[in-house]
């Protein structure tokens, strides 16, 4: 019951943004006391048991929310819907079937509503109707309706997991990830790398630079090496073991790499940390992927498809090929940091291949450079998007921007933040003190109750 108290203090946020981005279709959580495993926790309890029953209170007032039109659409996800990036046909998707507007769409302050939304909740059962009962029946139908291959089989054949958590130690600290075929791993290989050195300056160009090599490295590993676990050939221990650490680290020199490159750049996701005094911590994550996902909408449940099948390659000779009931590589990653075996807290920043990046920089910024979990939010990202190029905020000085340019990086500092990531933060200290740190690129909060 102590992890379902501290889903239900925490997860009405998530449930109600969730809608915005597709409802529970790709979640994972971190939860400490439960264990020390991860569970995909979204619609995995069904049974008439105290937190089944927890949920569907937590699902009352997002209910309701979701049909009289009162949930304001965030910031991030308007600036989204009015990107030139986005390529769906919302008449034809379904999506507009989802929102009413006072105006047009595109308004400052537009209202989301789903009609016929309540009827999944209507019973604790909502898992098994979103697996096995008539959702599956209606997802199926509308799936073949607009030429794409989920059936019902695939539905009924799928449930959560329970993983164990892999981690590597930095500066005396335990970092947690979830295993493949999520990308945690990237950002444990890239910290792995960059213990090998010691930082006292953040603002430094070198501390800069061996990051940026660092992490990618780290994602030359992962985006040729993480699948499905069922088919990696690499071992996770040896990825993360010191001596390749060692090995990687020594490719490190004073200019810009150009490692066989990935395209980190999408997403379309939501985090949500939440813990309590009595010890009892989540680390959540959701995400529909690009946006609004597949920007397919099952008819009358507001329910948005995703589309993290995206992150499969085609190429025969890689274990993350394409196939038949295989889970592809994806970016769904919530973090945990623990000490000597107790958790310090949840934390993560969301954002598609941003997030191995944001967390490589939220544990250096906590750890090397001592910053508290607001500013370590606060200070302007840089983010690795293929070959030598790299993307920095505006506000990230200009003078080690010129000195990465000397150094071979090929910089484009961007006017918008939206690619950066949106973090969350948790930290408990030796006396059970409670510290929250929330997101300024985007419109996140900390709640205390």
């Not at 008449?91 to 929102?99: N, W, Y």
């Not at 040729?224 to 490719?251: F, G, I, Q, W």
């Not at 941003?354 to 979990?373: E, S």
């Not at 918008?416 to 059970?432: K, V, Y």
Request: proline share 5%; charged share 20%; hydrophobic share 35%.
């Amino acid at each position: 019951m102590g992890l379902a108290k501290a889903i239900k203090r925490g997860a009405s946020a998530l449930l109600i943004g969730s809608m915005m981005t597709g409802l529970l279709t790709g979640c994972s959580a971190t939860g400490e006391n439960s264990g020390g495993k991860l569970v995909k926790i979204a619609v995995c309890v069904s049974d008439q048991t105290p937190a089944a029953q927890a949920l569907a209170d937590v699902f009352k007032p997002m209910v309701e929310e979701a049909t009289d039109g009162r949930y304001d659409i965030q910031i991030y996800n308007s600036g989204v819907l009015g990107s030139e990036k986005v390529t769906y046909d919302y008449t034809k998707s379904g999506i507009v079937e989802m929102c009413v507007v006072g105006t047009t769409m595109w308004s400052e302050t537009p209202k989301m509503s789903i009609p016929d939304f309540p009827f999944l909740f209507d019973s604790v059962e909502h898992a098994r109707v979103c697996y096995q009962g008539e959702l599956g029946d209606q997802i199926d139908a509308y799936s073949r309706k607009t030429g794409g291959y989920l059936r019902k089989s695939d539905l009924e054949n799928y449930w959560c997991e329970w993983v164990k958590p892999i981690h590597v130690n930095y500066r005396g600290y335990d970092i947690c990830e979830i295993p493949p075929n999520g990308d945690g791993i990237i950002a444990l290989m890239a910290l792995n790398i960059l213990k090998g050195y010691s930082f006292t300056d953040r603002s430094c160009v070198d501390t800069v630079h061996k990051q940026l090599e660092a992490m990618k490295l780290a994602f030359a590993d992962g985006n040729r090496y993480v699948a499905d676990p069922e088919y990696m050939r690499a071992p996770v221990e040896t990825l993360l073991s010191d001596e390749y650490a060692a090995e990687r680290r020594s490719l490190i020199g004073e200019m810009a790499q150009d490692p066989e490159p990935g395209d980190p750049f999408r997403g379309g996701t939501i985090y949500l940390c939440t813990a309590d005094g009595e010890g009892n911590m989540v680390s959540y994550i959701q995400s529909n992927y690009m946006g609004f996902g597949s920007g397919i909408v099952i008819p009358g449940t507001g329910i948005a498809l995703q589309n993290r099948g995206a992150n499969f390659t085609l190429d025969e000779d890689m274990e993350n090929c394409l196939g038949p009931g295989k889970k592809s590589l994806h970016t769904i990653i919530p973090g945990f940091l623990m000490k000597d075996g107790k958790a310090v807290g949840p934390f993560g920043v969301m954002g598609g291949f941003m997030q191995p990046q944001g967390h490589v920089q939220v544990i250096m910024n906590t750890l090397d450079f001592m910053m508290n979990p607001q500013e370590t939010l606060d200070v302007p990202r840089w983010q690795w998007v293929g070959g030598k190029k790299i993307q920095v905020e505006k506000t990230f000085p200009a003078e080690i921007v010129e000195e990465l340019k000397r150094r071979g990086h090929e910089m484009e500092v961007l006017e918008s933040s939206l690619t950066f990531g949106r973090g969350q933060i948790i930290w408990r200290d030796e006396n059970g003190v409670l510290c929250g740190a929330t997101e300024p690129r985007a419109d996140g909060s900390v709640a205390v109750w």
